[in-house]
């Protein structure tokens, strides 16, 4: 299973037809109640659909797992993603060592980092920076906490391109800011758990606009990657309250250098204009 | 030199009486021109002031360096946080593959935080943590991209604490935003290079109000390391036109963690209080 | 019929009991189907529901009015709330000489402050004032095209009050702005046709957590006014797809001078401190 | 003097050569100490300068006022921009009478609409209006205060244009937002006393790069206006701590209403998907 988890729901459904008769019960329970069968050990998932342990052991295998823990892991990794706050303070209060927050949180950021790097897709990526490039307009939109990175994302693009627009809510609605949108048109979303409602409104509007759509966010299972052309996947996982844009920002980091470096001459032009504007209106220290 | 290259002025100035004659005539040349000396080999360095090439490394070793390379590597550190962007544009394109941008920028940012890590106070972050509760008023100020991490702090923070206030450039000025400082308040203050102009006025202006300042910042050399009572260095270094936040928004994140956790029954509350928001008003997918 | 056109529906409510039978058909006729009534002459409104023309202007009399015109005057009101933008583009063709756009629209706007002062009510002003120095918090919230006014309203009143906060869609939110909101705090809202469904949910809001509503708004009919406690009424209308907000950001002017002249003290010393901020940063020309 | 008081300055030295010698006194004096000569009687005008009364009543006739009040009144007119803060809080003291600030304020503001209908040019209306339509990209730009303005103007004409860039103090500079800015853009600027610095050095940046500029602002005396291609001039006096946009919102209305009715077919359309947009999506309640 080299770090293609965010299938497992695709897997099982491809695998169905080639399944055993009491396989394809447990594959039945888990595509209809996963987020028991997350908490279930293998021989209380075997019992609940009337087939033995070993089953449930053989059918881990069968998915390309090494056992029934694996496969228990990617579980409970989906239905991470649908918890309350209020469970995943709990679930803080489990994980993080209050005395020791701080490195705590440092060293799941530097895995977050490390898994992203081995689970994200370079081909998608390229294919990503080429849709920047051909796009008429390009409109950034993240809501909620994404707001941060994609006003990163928009700040720097804007600098390089003329045609980035920012979607925000404010003064006006998302959908005003978009009206505009069509099909020549790119459409940059970031989301990540839990996602905004209102994001997936405007990705719903896109493709009804026929404009290219590329996500940034934590799992092919997201309903931003369900509506995207490209998904590049960095993981936010933190085990805590506060969901972790840290590998998400990375990311964002390398799409900016991407861009930039295709563009050198003309960033460089831009900046040396900068340099005399920020020279002359005291902008640094 | 465990770590505290940071201190290298201060290490000079302090060991200054204790060195040569010739050692005295290097470190001069560098308190100066090091910006020049940073770029220049042992044996230039000493021709330059008169002195062998083995007083340069003796000098070297004197600081608590291995090697003339360490000492070295502690100035073009210093110096390029001075570097324009057009410097550093050419920078990227030596040092980041084009080919690669994605895996570079990603192991980079695995490495600002490891060095973080490494780097990183974990007395003034409990201190900070406590100023925050004993805070009458909490500001906090990030201006430019720094905006994006001082967003997401004061975002969470407003969820658990009542005394939270956002200072940004817009509609009013940032002093107007700050009029009623005082002494009892504490300003949180982010800020990389290239440092902005006006958070370091926004800072002044704390200081004259005599309220206690927490820089969130690169190196204990930043000008909001100097006038901030307690400083949290996250390593932002990407040899990059683009500084990378990757590391101080992990270090933000354990920040939100722990005054989380010391509040973790009204957290519990509130969070109670914005689901039942939240599913009334769709907010979440 | 003393500026109260806006309790048309209520009066007529009022009324109902003691009209003849055939003031009845026309009052149940008018409930039901005023956006048709509003176009309709006496004659024809008359022999919709069976009575002659003279029953009809006598209903008017009996309803307080001068005569049919001016009931009918009150119905097209009552209508306009709810015309679409398109319906209001063919108005504005119409209304507008677009040879003189410039002359129609200010002068139009004279009327519309002209009207105010007739039909704003004084008492209630002062109550909102009064309310304004009890209240523990107070939220203001404008979205949409009215956000400016709210906006400029909190720009001021944060210059003399520390309690001041403002509700924005953005970041967060609205919800999650008010999270602390409760029955010592005062919320004004400003909201003019159409209304935005935010402010009004924003309000229920209010309402639930027994927080006191001020509303600056077009009419006692509005959805802001049925929410509020004190309900202030601006003029918005310009028969135009664009509603003026110059009647309402006149009213808004009044309030933040009126608070300004309470705290006359404080708001000189605010002024004295801003002042000598203002000259050292450079603010103004 | 029909309405052209703001041009004192200006005729005061156009006719100098022409003075008598008492004459030129007068006129030497005024030009330096201006704020003095506003509140100085004709007849202590004349002792501060060693002439008569009569030839201080001739000197204002000579300018072309009716007498020495009309003369006067300019001069005020002149000193009222320059008053700080706290001086006119002591004048809103005076001249508002507290137990009927909303009646007040609402007059004044009717007076502020009546003065900019007498004073606004159409000419230079009709002139701004084409500079819109004929217009590149259009940047629109009002800080602090203004900033209501320059939102309200920039939501609407975003509905029926593709090219309008609104420039905010914020996450950049407002130089950065304006990097691109060519001569064949064209920059609407809002500003009122007391003048935004960085307003004026944003008009300064658009002559250098030869940018078509359009003030909005109080008059031809203003900073903005001495940068600009077309003036309109809106009143914005209240002889209060705070400065009325009323009349400025009026002719903004003006300026929405008469680009609307030039694009109407667009706008009808833009429109009708609006209303699509809002109803899936409750906007309006």
């Not at 279930?40 to 070993?54: C, D, I, N, P």
């Not at 881990?60 to 694996?70: D, V």
């Not at 050198?264 to 900046?271: L, P, S, W």
């Amino acid at each position: 299973m080299e770090g293609n988890r965010d299938d497992l729901m695709r897997i099982i459904q491809s695998r169905y037809p080639k399944l055993s008769k009491g396989q394809k019960l447990i594959a039945e329970f888990i595509l209809k109640h996963y987020d028991k069968a997350a908490f279930l050990t293998a021989a209380k998932l075997g019992s609940s659909v009337g087939v033995s342990e070993s089953t449930v052991v053989r059918f881990a295998i069968e998915l390309g797992y090494e056992g029934y823990p694996e496969l228990q892991k990617s579980l409970q990794d989906l239905v991470k993603v649908k918890l309350t706050t209020v469970q995943r303070l709990e679930l803080t209060h489990n994980l993080v060592d209050t005395e020791n927050a701080l490195k705590g949180v440092l060293k799941a950021d530097m895995e977050n980092i490390r898994s992203t790097l081995e689970k994200i897709n370079e081909k998608t990526f390229d294919e990503m920076i080429n849709a920047i490039f051909e796009a008429r307009n390009i409109y950034i939109i993240g809501l909620r906490s994404s707001n941060t990175l994609a006003d990163f994302l928009a700040f720097y693009l804007n600098l390089f391109l003329e045609n980035v627009r920012s979607v925000h809510q404010g003064y006006s609605d998302i959908f005003e800011q978009m009206i505009k949108l069509n099909e020549k048109d790119l459409v940059i979303a970031i989301g990540f758990p839990r996602y905004s409602q209102k994001t997936i409104e405007a990705l719903d509007f896109a493709k009804e606009r026929k404009a290219k759509v590329c996500a940034i966010t934590d799992s092919l299972l997201s309903p931003l990657a369900a509506r995207a052309d490209y998904s590049l996947i960095a993981q936010s996982n933190m085990a805590s309250f506060v969901d972790s844009l840290v590998a998400p920002l990375s990311v964002i980091n390398a799409v900016i250098v991407s861009v930039g470096m295709k563009k050198k001459e003309q960033v460089g032009e831009v900046f040396g204009i900068l340099e005399e504007i920020w020279a002359k209106h005291d902008i640094f220290n």
